[in-house]
C-alpha cells in the first residue's frame, strides 16, 4: 500500500454537507490517509427501487480525493432499505423455530434470497458504473462483517437452496444418505425434496446436517460477496476487493473466503475490561494474515475508545489505543483504521466512541488519534514487510462447527478458547505464528501445533505423518482425529489418522468434571483440565502421568520419536509450553527495506529490554532515528518502540 | 374521603349465594367500610355477546348498600370472556418475535384493538345505565392494573395503530426520519407504511424507535381507559373514576395518566423476605402521592398475609401488615383495602393471602385485619391531611425508557434502583419528598434532586438552571441531560443542558467495571460505584476524587455556586447523603383537622423517640387520645403511634 | 423369564449385513441371551408409504434364533421416517408458544395426531403378520420411551383431542367451569369449542387447566401405547407386551400405564459423576417394580460406559457398570439389557458408549461387558424372586404435575426430589420398600410415608385414617392433603382430608427464604429447610419445634396415637429417619427358589457385613457356592455378593 495507511469509516450522510469542510480539514490534522465511504447508504442513495441519488455522494468524493485521501468504496448492501423488505418480506431471515428477524437493525436479509442479491447486484453495478474511474477509489469494500447478525437463517427459500447445495454436493440421496448416517434414529430420506435446514428438533439434531447446514450457510454468504465481486469485476477488474471479517467469526470461514479477496480485512474492539484483550487480538491478527498467505491486511475496525454494545463499555485508557494500533501493525497490517470518524448523535451507535467525540476536538480522544496518525505517517518503510514464523497452528473452520455440537463427551470443548491456550506461550515467548488450515504446505514449518482438530481426513493425518517422518516436529492435543469430514468416527481406536505417528491408542475418554483438574506428574509435571483420556502407549513415551483420579498412573502427556521428528500427545487440557512473564510482546516483520523489530509492553509498568545487537530505534517513545543503534531499550507502561534489524 | 376507608376486592360470584349473609356480617366485624366489585365478572355478566345477566350482581350491591359499605364499581373489562377471543383471535397480544400470548390468563388482549375496547365501551356503558344511580356507588374502578401482563403487543393491529400515531405525532416521514436518526444503518423511510414496531431484529434496534413505541404503547393502554371513561363521564358526570396502578410500574408514565384520574390508587404487595421492602414501598407511595399532586389516594390492593407470585412467599409476620398499612396512610394514603376478601379454593390466586383465609375466621390474619380495620375506623381526623415536602425528585418515565435500552456505555445502570438510592437518604432522615416529573412548578421546593435524568430537553435544563439561580439548591447525578426528547445527543460536552448551572464538562463516561468500587477522597469520602466520568472543571469545585483507577486525582463530586443558589453534581454512584441508622420513620401529614406525626417502628426491637414539643397521641401503640400530650414515645417492634402535632 | 437375561439393543442396520456373523460371535461371548431390535428401523421396513422392505429384517432375526438369543421386538414407530412429516406436516407437534418441532432427531409427532397412530398401527400389523410367529420372538417393544422428547404438544390437532377428552370426562361446560374454577379471571366457558390448550398466557396460567393437559397429553400418548397393543393382541394375543419408561418421568405416569403392560421396562442413566447416582436408581427401580405389583422387570437399557447426552459424560469406573447392574437384579429386574450392542461412526449418539466399542473388543467396555454376562448367566435361580417390602411411599403423579406448577406459596418444591428424600433413609437402613400410587391396597405395609402429596382426595384422606385406626404407622409431610383432584383448596384449615388423623390444623404455610434453613429442637433434634408451617396442635403432641425464625416454638414434627396406630407429621424439610453411614445396600429378593440376600458396595473402600446367620454365597466376589455357608463377609470396593438365606 506505500504507507500505513491510517483513517476511519465515513459517513457524512449524517451531517449537513457544510460540517464537511471541516471534517476535511481536521483528517489532514489527524493524518487520515484513507477512508471508508458508503457502507450503510444504500436507503439515502436508493430512496426508492431503481431510483438513485447519487449526486451528493459523487461531491463526497470529489472533496476527499481533493484533499489526497484515498477511498476504499463500500458496496452499500450491508442492509437493505425499508422499501425492499416492505415490497418483499420474504427476505427477512428465520431463526431455527421459524421466527422472523424484523427490519429496525441491520442485515435482515436471508443470505440465500435471490431478490437480495439481485437488488444487491443491481445497485452495484450502477456504483462501480459512476464510481469505477474515480480518481479517489483505492479499492472496493464488499458488504459488511457478513454473517455479523444474519449468520443462519432456517427460512423456506434457505431450505430450498440447501437441497439444491445438497445435490450438488452428493449428487445422489443415496450419497446423502451414508454421508449423514440417517440410518441412525430413521431418518433415511427417500429423496432431496424430504430434507430440511436442521430446525428446532425435539432432542438432539443429525450432527452431520448441521456440520452441513454450517457449511451451507457460510456458502450461501461467500455467495452474496461473490455476485457483488463479479459485478465489480466486470466493470472494474482492477480494483482490489475486500471485506472486513470480524475476529473468530464461527459462521464465516476465513480461509475458504481468502481465496476470493485481494487484501484482507479485519474489524478488532478490544475490551479494556479484559486484561487479556491483547492476546486475543494478537490469535485475530495471526488468523488473519495467515488467511492471506503472509501478505499486509488492513485492520478495518476498531475503535478510537469505548465501544457501546458491551454489557460495561471502558474507554481505552491512554496510549492503549496507539499501543494495540502498533500491535496489528508489528504483526503485519499495513492500515489502521476506525469506526467511525464522527460521532453521531443518534442511531444504536451513538455511545461508540468515534475519531471526533461528541464533545469535539479538545478531547484527550482526538489528541491520541491525531498522534498516532502523525507517527504511522513517519514510517512508510514497514509497509509490505511480513513476519516469517516457524510456528504453525492448525485451525478448522468444520472441524469448529462440527466439534461444538451436543451430544458430545464434554460440552466444555470451546474451540476459540482451546485455540488461545495454545496461542499464547509462543505470543508470550516471542516465537511468531502462522494459523493455517490443515491443507496448507507446512514444510516451511519447524513446528506444528494441532490443537483439538476433532475433524481429521485420513489424508490429513496421513500428511502430519509425512511431516513429522521428514523431521518435523508435531504437538497433537486431546480429542484430535476422532471424526471424517461427515462427522463419522474413525474405527478401531482413537485418533485412529494420528495413531501410528503418535505410537498410542485412546480408548475411552474421560471428560472432567465441572472445574475438575488432575494432577499431572513425571518428566513435566504441572495439572490438567476439562478433559482426560485413558491412552495406550504403542511406541510413544510417558513424559506425564496423571496424578490422581481413574486415570492416576496412566499418561497424559506422550512423546513419539518418529522417522526424523517427534511427536508430542497432551491427553488433557493444559498449558503446552510455559510463556514469559513480561507482557511484552517481540515482533518482527521482514520486507524490500529490511527487518524491523516491533517492542511493544502491554504491561503496566516500565520493562527495559536488552537487544540482542544494537540497532537504530526507527519509532515508538524514545526513538530518535538520528541517533544511531541502541543496545537496549526502556519501554514505558503501553509503550511502543520500532528498531531496524 | 371523609375517614381513612379500609376494604378489599369483593368477588362473590366465586360462592353460593347464600355465603353472602356472613360476608357482610364479618366485613362489618372487620370495619369494612369500602369494596372493590366485579373486577372480573366480564364473563359472568355477558356469558355471550350482548346477553347480560346482571341480576345476581345488582343483589350484591344491594346488599353492601344495607350494611352501609361504599362500593368502588370496577368495570370488569380487565380480562376479556372466551366467546370474544374465540371471534376474534386478533384481539390476542403479541410479543416481539410475533408469538401469541393465549387466554388462560387475564389481560390476553391487544391494547390497540378496536373489537376490544368497542366490547368494553358497550359493557361499560350497560354498567353505567344499570348502576350509575346506585346508592352503593362510590366511585369507578375502570379496568385493573393496565399493562401489568399485556404492557406491548407487536402485533399487525399494534403496527396500524403505531403508524397512524407516529402520523399525528410528526407529521411527515421527513419528520419522523429527522426525529429517529434514520440515516444511521440504512433505515431512512419513505413513507409511514413502511414502519413496524420494534419487533426482534438481527441486532441493537433503533432506539429512537424503541423509545416512541413505549411511548405509543403506554398511549395505547391509557386510550383503553380513556373509552370508559368518557362512556361513564356521558352517563355519571360526577362520579370519580380511578384506576390502580402498579408501583415503579415501567411501562405505564403515572404523569401523564395522572390528569385523568380523580384520585390516584395504587396496588403495593411488600415481600416481607426483603428487609428494605419499606423502602421500596416509601417511593412508590411518593409517586403515586406526588402524581396526584399531593392529594389523599388509595392504596387499593396489598396482601393482608402472603402472595402466592413470587419464588418465596412469606407471610407477613405479625404486626407487619399493620405497620405497611399505617406507612401508607402516614405517606397520604386514605384508603386501605386488600386483594381480596375471601379466599377462593381453585384458580391462579388461590394461595394467595385473604382478609378471610382457607382457614376462617379463627386465625392471626382475620384477627389483625379486624383490629386494623377498628383502629382506622377511630381517626377520622387524618382523611385528607397532607404532607407538605420541600424536597423533589426528578423522575421520567420516557427517560427510564430511553435510559434502559441496550448499546449504551453501560448496562448496569437501572433507573427504579438509582430512584430508590436517592430517595432513600431523605426517607430515612425523616425529610419528605415529592416525586415529580421535570415539567412540574419547581418553585416551592428549596432541594431539587435529579437522579439520572438522561432525557433532557434544553428547556428543562434551563428551568433547572433558573431554579439554582433564584436560590435553590439542585443535585444531580451521573449520565444526566445527555440525549434529547428523540434520544439524540446534546453535542458539545456532556451534560450541555446542564453544563452553565453545574460548572462543569464531562468529556468520556467511564463505566465501572461488573462490581467494581472507586474510593473517594476529599471533603466528602466515600466510594462510587457503577459508573465514573471525566469530569472538567469550568467553574465548579471538587468536592471528591476518585480515588484510584484511570481516573485518579479527578473530581468525582463537585460543587458551583450559582446565582443564589448552590448546585452538586455526582459523577459516580453512591449514596448522595448520610441515612439515619434508627429504621424509624417520622412523617408528617397536614389538614384542615391540624398536623399529624405519624411514627412507625420498621425495625425488630423497641425505639425511643424524644418529640420536639409535648403533643397527643391519637392513635397506635399505647396511645391514649385523652391522657393529654406526651414528651417522648416508646415504639415496639413494628410499632405505629399517631400523634396531633 | 427363567433366568436373568442380558443383551441389549441391536440395530444391525446400521452395518453391512457380514458384521453379523462376527456380531452373534461375540453376542455368545459376552453371554447374550436377549436383544431389543428394530426401535429405529421404520424408514428402512417402509422407505414409501405401504412399501415394505423386510427381508433384510428377516435374516436378522433368523440368524439370531440360530443363535438361541431371544428378540423382544420393537414395533419400531419412535421416530417417523421423512415422507410421513413431508406428506403430512400437522403431525409435527408444537410447543406452547406454537412453534413446531421439527424433524432431525426423533419422536417429532403429535401423540394426538390420528394420521401417526394410524400409520403407526398399519407397521404394527404389518410386523405382528410376518413375525407374530417367528421363533426368536419373545415379547413386543412397543414404541420407545414414550414422551420423552414429545411430552406434551399444543398443536390444534391436539386442541381439538383435549376437547374430545373434556367432554368425556366432564360431560357439560358447566361441569368443566366449575372444575376449573373459571369464575377467576373471567374464565367462564360458553361452549366446549372455546377450550384451548395452556399455551403461553400474559400471566399465570389456570391450575386446573394445566393439570388437566398434563392428563390428557400422558392419556393422549397412552392411546398411541393402546392402538399398537390392540393391533398386535389381534394378531398375536399371547406375547408379552411392553415399553421401556424413563426413571421418575414427569409427564408420563407409570402408574396408570401399568395395567397395560405385561411386563414392566425401565431405562436408567446412572450419572458416574453424582455420587448419588444410586440412590436415585433405587428410587427408580422400586417405583417400577411397585407399578408392576412387584413382578420381575427388564432393565432394558443402561449404558455400558458413558453417554453422550450430558454436559459431561464420565465413563463408569471399573466395577460401577457391574455393580449398579446388580443393584436392578437385587431390586427385582430379571432382565439386563443395554443401549446398544455396537457403537455407530454416526448420529447423535455415536459418542454413547456401546456393548462393543469404537475400540472394538480390546477393550475394558468389553471385558467387563463380557464378564458380567457370564456371571449372570450363572443364577437362574434368581428369576422370579422378589423382595417383600413393609413399607410404602406414595407417589402420585396427577398431584407431581398440580404440585410443581406456578402460583404457589414456593417454588422450591420438587416432588422427585422430595421423594428421594424420604426413600433414601430407608435404602440406607437396609429397609426395602415399595413406592405406589394412593388408591393401592395399603393393608399389607406396617408403614405408610405420604411426602408431599398435595393433590388428596377426600377418600384418601379416609383410607389413610382407616389404615391408622386398624394400627398401621403413618408419616405424612408437610403440604400435603391440600387440593382436591381439580386443585381446588380443601377448605377448613390444613389438610383437611388428614386432621383427624394427623391431630392438628396447619393456618398458614411458611415457605423459607432461599437457603434458609431452621434449627429443630425437642426430642427429635435437626434442622429443617424448604418450608416450614404455623401448626396448631388439636390431639397430636410436638416432637420437635422450630428453633428460630417466626415460628419458633411452634411444633415442626408431631406425633398422634389414633386408634390403634400411630401418625407422624412434618412440617418442614428434614431427613425423616437417620440413614445408615456404610453405603452398603442391603436387599432381599425372595421366590420359589428361595430368599436370596443381595449385598452391594456402593462405597470406595472394602466393607465387612457381619450377617445375621451363616448362608452360602451363590455368587460375586469371593464367592463359592461350594464352599458352605459363611457368616461374614468382605465386599470389595464396588463389590457385589449374593446369597441364599
Tied chains: 1, 2, 3.
Excluded at 420474504?90 to 436479509?109: M, Y
Excluded at 441412525?184 to 450432527?207: C, D, I, K
Excluded at 461528541?358 to 513476519?387: K, M, N, W, Y
Excluded at 491443507?439 to 481426513?457: E, G, I, K
Amino acid at each position: 500500500m506505500g504507507r500505513i495507511h491510517f483513517g476511519g469509516d465515513y459517513n457524512p450522510e449524517h451531517w449537513p454537507e457544510e460540517v464537511r469542510a471541516e471534517d476535511i480539514r481536521l483528517m489532514k490534522e489527524a493524518g487520515v490517509s484513507m477512508v471508508t465511504a458508503g457502507i450503510f447508504s444504500w436507503a439515502l442513495v436508493e430512496p426508492a427501487p431503481d431510483e438513485y441519488d447519487f449526486d451528493w455522494f459523487g461531491r463526497v468524493l470529489d472533496d476527499l480525493h481533493g484533499a489526497g485521501i484515498r477511498v476504499c468504496l463500500a458496496t452499500m448492501t450491508a442492509s437493505p432499505p425499508p422499501w425492499l423488505t416492505e415490497r418483499h418480506p420474504e427476505v427477512l431471515p428465520q431463526d431455527a423455530d421459524g421466527v422472523r428477524r424484523w427490519p429496525g437493525s441491520r442485515q435482515h436479509f436471508c443470505p440465500s434470497s435471490p431478490v437480495y442479491r439481485e437488488r444487491a447486484v443491481r445497485l452495484v453495478t450502477e456504483l462501480a458504473t459512476r464510481y469505477g474511474t474515480h480518481p479517489a477509489l483505492d479499492s472496493w469494500h464488499i458488504g459488511n462483517e457478513y454473517g455479523c447478525s444474519n449468520p443462519r437463517c432456517y427460512c423456506d427459500v434457505s431450505a430450498a437452496d440447501f437441497r439444491r447445495w445438497l445435490r450438488e454436493r452428493y449428487g445422489s440421496v443415496e450419497a446423502l444418505n451414508a454421508a449423514w448416517a440417517t440410518t441412525f434414529w430413521s431418518q433415511r430420506y427417500g429423496t432431496f425434496e424430504q430434507v430440511l435446514p436442521p430446525r428446532t428438533a425435539p432432542t438432539h439434531p443429525n450432527p452431520a446436517q448441521v456440520l452441513d447446514y454450517a457449511r451451507f450457510c457460510d456458502d450461501a454468504l461467500l455467495r452474496c460477496y461473490l455476485a457483488e465481486k463479479e459485478a465489480l469485476r466486470r466493470i472494474t477488474p482492477d480494483v482490489p476487493v475486500t471485506t472486513n471479517h470480524m475476529p473468530m467469526h464461527k459462521p464465516v470461514d476465513p480461509y475458504s473466503w481468502a481465496v476470493h479477496e485481494d487484501v484482507q480485512a479485519l474489524d478488532f474492539y478490544q475490551d479494556p475490561y479484559d486484561p487479556e484483550t491483547h492476546l486475543g487480538a494478537a490469535l485475530a491478527f495471526d488468523v488473519t494474515r495467515s488467511a492471506g498467505g503472509g501478505r499486509p491486511w488492513m485492520l478495518m475496525e476498531q475503535a478510537p475508545s469505548a465501544v457501546n454494545w458491551r454489557a460495561r463499555n471502558s474507554p481505552k485508557p491512554p496510549g492503549t489505543m496507539r499501543l494495540w494500533s502498533w500491535q496489528a501493525v508489528a504483526q503485519g497490517a499495513d492500515a489502521v483504521l476506525y469506526f467511525q470518524w464522527r460521532a453521531t448523535p443518534g442511531g444504536a451507535e451513538k455511545f461508540h466512541s468515534a475519531m471526533v467525540p461528541h464533545a469535539g476536538t479538545d478531547t484527550r480522544i482526538f489528541r491520541e488519534v491525531s498522534a498516532l496518525g502523525r507517527e504511522l505517517g513517519t514510517v512508510p518503510q514497514l509497509a509490505g514487510a511480513r513476519p516469517r514464523p516457524e510456528v504453525a497452528l492448525l485451525a478448522d473452520w468444520h472441524s469448529w462447527w462440527a466439534l461444538e455440537q451436543g451430544s458430545h463427551p464434554s460440552g466444555d470443548l470451546d474451540f476459540a478458547e482451546t485455540l488461545r491456550r495454545h496461542h499464547r506461550p509462543f505470543f508470550e515467548a516471542g516465537v511468531e505464528c502462522d494459523v493455517v488450515p490443515p491443507d496448507r504446505d507446512l514444510s516451511a514449518y519447524r513446528l506444528v501445533v494441532v490443537p483439538n482438530l476433532y475433524l481429521m481426513s485420513t489424508e490429513t493425518g496421513a500428511r502430519l505423518t509425512e511431516f513429522v517422518r521428514a523431521g518435523g516436529h508435531l504437538l497433537v492435543s486431546y480429542f484430535t482425529g476422532i471424526s471424517d469430514d461427515c462427522d463419522r468416527v474413525h474405527l478401531g481406536g482413537y485418533p485412529a489418522p494420528l495413531r501410528e505417528v503418535l505410537g498410542l491408542r485412546v480408548e475411552e475418554f474421560w471428560p472432567l468434571a465441572e472445574g475438575q483438574s488432575l494432577p499431572l506428574t513425571g518428566a513435566l509435571a504441572g495439572s490438567g483440565d476439562l478433559w482426560s483420556e485413558a491412552i495406550d502407549l504403542e511406541g510413544a513415551e510417558a513424559v506425564s502421568v496423571f496424578g490422581a483420579g481413574e486415570l492416576a498412573g496412566r499418561p497424559a502427556l506422550t512423546r513419539h520419536a518418529y522417522g526424523d521428528g517427534v511427536a508430542w500427545y497432551a491427553g488433557t487440557g493444559s498449558r503446552v509450553l510455559p510463556g514469559l512473564p513480561a507482557g511484552v510482546q517481540a515482533t518482527v516483520r521482514g520486507g524490500a527495506d529490511g527487518r524491523f523489530l516491533f517492542l511493544l509492553n502491554h504491561g503496566t509498568s516500565t520493562a527495559t529490554v536488552t537487544l540482542p545487537e544494537p540497532m537504530p530505534a526507527l519509532a515508538g517513545d524514545g526513538a530518535d532515528p538520528g541517533a544511531g543503534p541502541v543496545s537496549s531499550v526502556d519501554l514505558p507502561a503501553r509503550g511502543v518502540v520500532v528498531l531496524q534489524s
